[in-house]
């Protein structure tokens, strides 16, 4: 077994709180403890809160060049610890070691593009309706953020909440997601080797009750927050009772269309991505594929036979395709919604059994479900699992109705040869984000990312519209 890390908070860049009851366990073998931890109280979100209070004044006054060069140095090197960090993501989350270390990237990557963002707050000048008077419009940083984030990306969301908010001037209370601490501490650990000031950017380890404790604390400033969808309400209702920002990002169902006149072998490595990779626990999954008649069999066939291909394992196994579900309440997840679709006559194609393997981990089957109803549960709840179904449709319309008819709207694709379908697609889809002939998940890292309707509120995270919710306009008028 590899090394137990022994955590800690970071608190006004002191790791602090010895005592660690709680454990991190690695998916693929539940014998194999990844971190102890310490379970954070609301006197630590306090501390935590208060030293990030205190970094604020010096920290937001200083050069975008001090701001931007620790962000670059930090990204310089998690691409150097790639591998062990890579290695540390997969043992503790279950995605496969390449996808443990394409997350790492992605995240010093992130951390590179906000370096440049921390030099590019523009503002603007305007001539105002009165003679002899100026505008400008220029962008501050706002204050202390407190960032909630989720178990299945756990360096990446991390970076791309952190980093925004540090290279605009903010200070920081980050929480990471219960089943994923170690992750997040090696970023954290990174920033601060990179030359990050003390109090800049503090950690809390431990349960909900740390995010409720950031979210009710008056001397949080805004919130960023990734989950599900019940926590992310209360979220905000706490956040705008007191008046502090929020932002949000929660679930998606997200449908892929595939039309007849669709490239079959595009078609089918475009669901087998979006649906089972990153083992379809990312919110950006498409859990929908709404398939034409003239291509649906040959479709579900040629699909049914590549996701029985696909070998389940170990995480660090080099020949793994699909790791572990991050925890055993996810795994039981992806059986009870397997459970509902046969109950409402879906027929599984493969899948749908529990597997036997010779580790202790949280493995579920990769399943394919067809002739499942557009209304069904299987096809109106988020199951974030290696899970997908099949809707038969008749036409584009059909399919473009069935796509937007849940509460979800977060991601929306389409498999086409047709430009006037790809086009329509484009602009009628009600998703935050469309794709034409590309999986639903796996986005870029300097565009927008959010979605519509219960999957995302407030303004959008990621590239240069991260700007929004981590500044402050101000207007300034000014006569000589
Ligand atoms: N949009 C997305 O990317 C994600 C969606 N989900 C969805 O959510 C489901 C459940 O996953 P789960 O991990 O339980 O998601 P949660 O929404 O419970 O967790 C997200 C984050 O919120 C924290 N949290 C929990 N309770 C509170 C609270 N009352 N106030 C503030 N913060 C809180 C969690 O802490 P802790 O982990 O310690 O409980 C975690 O850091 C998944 O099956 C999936 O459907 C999950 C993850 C990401
Ligand atoms: O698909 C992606 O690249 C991002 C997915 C994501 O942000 C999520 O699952 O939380």
């Known amino acids: 077994m590899a090394e137990t890390l022994e955590l800690s908070h970071w608190i006004n860049g002191e790791k602090v709180g010895g005592d660690r009851p709680a454990e991190s366990l690695n998916p693929s073998d539940t014998r194999d403890v990844v971190a102890r931890t310490p379970d954070g109280s609301e006197s630590d979100v306090d501390a935590a ?7 604020f004044p010096a920290w937001s006054q200083a050069s975008p060049e001090v701001r931007s060069d620790i962000l670059d140095r930090a990204s310089n090197l998690l691409m150097e610890r790639r591998e062990a960090v890579g290695r540390l993501l997969s043992r503790e989350e279950g995605k496969t070691l390449p996808e443990g270390i394409g997350e790492t990237m992605r995240a010093a990557r992130i951390l590179k593009y906000f370096a440049g963002e921390a030099l590019r707050l523009h503002g603007q000048n305007l001539p105002s309706v009165r003679p002899g008077v100026e505008i400008q419009t220029y962008r501050q940083a706002v204050g202390v953020y407190g960032l909630i984030t989720p178990w299945n990306f756990p360096i990446a969301i991390p970076a791309w909440k952190a980093a925004p908010a540090l290279a605009f001037g903010n200070t920081v209370v980050l929480k990471p997601a219960g089943p994923t601490p170690a992750t997040a501490e090696a970023l954290v650990a990174i920033l601060h080797e990179a030359g990050l000031p003390k109090g800049v950017l503090n950690m809390v380890i431990g349960r909900g009750r740390v995010g409720q404790a950031i979210v009710d604390h008056p001397g949080v400033d805004g919130v960023s927050f990734t989950g599900s969808q019940g926590v992310g309400a209360g979220v905000a209702a706490g956040a705008v009772k007191r008046q502090a920002r929020v932002q949000l990002e929660m679930g998606g169902k997200n449908p892929l269309i595939v039309m007849d006149d ?7 490595a475009v669901a087998l991505d979006g649906s089972f990779f990153a083992t379809g626990q990312r919110c950006t999954a498409s859990s929908r594929l ?23 394992g170990d995480a660090l196994d080099s020949t793994t395709n699909i790791g572990p579900a991050v ?10 919604y397997i459970d509902v679709a046969r109950e409402e006559g879906g027929r599984i194609v493969t899948g749908g059994g529990r597997l036997n393997l010779d580790k202790p981990g949280w493995y579920v089957e990769p399943t394919l479900i067809a002739d499942t109803h557009a209304t069904s549960r299987i096809n109106r709840e988020e199951v974030f699992g290696p899970v997908a179904s099949t809707i038969r449709v008749k036409s584009f319309e059909e399919a473009l109705e069935i796509a937007n008819g849940v509460e979800f709207g977060l991601s929306a694709g389409i498999v086409t040869q047709s430009l006037k379908h790809a086009r329509e697609f484009q602009r009628l889809a009600k998703a935050g984000m469309t794709m034409v002939n590309l999986p639903t998940a796996g986005v870029d890292y300097h565009v927008p990312f959010g979605g519509t309707k219960a999957s995302s509120y407030g303004p959008r995270e990621q590239g240069f519209a991260a700007q929004e919710f981590f500044t402050l306009t101000k207007t300034s008028y000014s006569a000589s």
């Open 262 to 268: 669709a490239d079959l072998d595009r078609a089918v």
């Open 290 to 312: 709404i398939v034409q008649d003239g291509i649906h069999d040959r479709f579900v066939e040629a699909l049914a036979e590549k996701v029985k291909g696909l070998k389940v």
């Open 327 to 336: 925890s055993e309440d996810q795994r039981e997840t992806s059986y009870r």
């Open 49 to 55: 809160v208060q030293a990030a209070r205190d970094a």
